[in-house]
């Protein structure tokens, strides 16, 4: 029930999931619901989907093939750039620093505060088509 209030009141979606069978079985019928139940009850300006983040990743075959299931049965549905597994935002979260602040003393903080920055680049982009989109409707 929580899920699905917390679905009707978002405008926009970011599914996080891991590049395993089992997330990806799952991250579908999530796409299915909003886009076959509650943007028809909703209307467009609600649950647009931004993307997929593929998250804790490690760069191995099952990620990979994982990536192309999940590419080939959401095909509408951007995948962005993935989130490697690191304990670095653990450490950020142990010393109850943001990232961005581990990062300038710790070189695999670096990667992993660059990537966030990317994705929130994106995310943002991604946010400003949609919007002018509506506004030139």
């Given at each position: 029930?929580?899920?699905?209030?917390?679905?009707?009141?978002?405008?926009?979606?970011?599914?996080p999931t891991q590049m395993e069978y089992f997330s990806v079985y799952g991250i579908?019928?999530?796409?299915?619901?909003?886009?076959?139940?509650?943007?028809?009850e909703m209307g467009k300006e609600r649950g647009n989907i931004l993307g997929i983040v593929p998250i804790m990743t490690q760069?191995?075959?099952l990620n990979q093939l994982t990536k192309k299931l999940l590419e080939k049965y959401l095909p509408d549905v951007?995948?962005?750039?993935?989130?490697?597994r690191t304990v670095k935002w653990a450490d950020a979260a142990q010393e109850r620093l943001p990232i961005y602040i581990l990062a300038e003393k710790d070189p695999q903080a670096r990667e992993a505060a660059t990537t966030?920055?990317?994705l929130t680049e994106s995310l943002?982009?991604?946010?400003?088509?949609?919007?002018?989109?509506?506004?030139?409707e």
């Amino acid at each position: 029930m929580i899920a699905n209030n917390g679905l009707c009141a978002a405008q926009y979606v970011l599914l996080p999931t891991q590049m395993e069978y089992f997330s990806v079985y799952g991250i579908r019928s999530v796409v299915r619901r909003i886009k076959n139940e509650l943007q028809d009850e909703m209307g467009k300006e609600r649950g647009n989907i931004l993307g997929i983040v593929p998250i804790m990743t490690q760069g191995n075959k099952l990620n990979q093939l994982t990536k192309k299931l999940l590419e080939k049965y959401l095909p509408d549905v951007p995948v962005l750039a993935e989130i490697k597994r690191t304990v670095k935002w653990a450490d950020a979260a142990q010393e109850r620093l943001p990232i961005y602040i581990l990062a300038e003393k710790d070189p695999q903080a670096r990667e992993a505060a660059t990537t966030a920055y990317n994705l929130t680049e994106s995310l943002v982009n991604i946010i400003n088509q949609i919007e002018t989109a509506k506004r030139m409707e």
